[in-house]
């Protein structure tokens, strides 16, 4: 059924933000289920080889603003995500709605 989702309705690449000391590199996407559901932004953290791992989704909004406070601690529309510490690995996302931190 994702996959099915994600073929009719494609993810819109936005922007990708680096970290100050490039550690870390996320992609922020746009998406847009039209009629049958909403609108959003996530946010993947680049990993290793071709892995990605979503630390992001708020849903509602169109723009995504990002801050670096350090070479770990990112404020994307004013949440802060600490990468080094608060992002289980075995978490799917950081929802707006219902946040993991």
Do not use: C
């Amino acid at each position: 059924m994702v996959l099915l989702i994600s073929l009719l309705f494609p993810n819109e690449h936005i922007k990708t933000v680096s970290s100050p000391d490039h550690s870390y590199l996320i992609d922020f996407y746009q998406w847009d289920m039209g009629a049958a559901g909403t609108f959003g932004i996530l946010g993947e953290l680049n990993g290793p080889l071709w892995f990605k791992k979503r630390i992001y989704r708020e849903e509602r909004t169109e723009n995504v603003k990002i801050k670096w406070g350090s070479n770990s601690k990112v404020s994307i529309n004013n949440h802060i995500l600490n990468l080094d510490e608060q992002i289980p690995m075995d978490t799917n996302d950081y929802d707006i709605a219902n946040p993991l931190i």
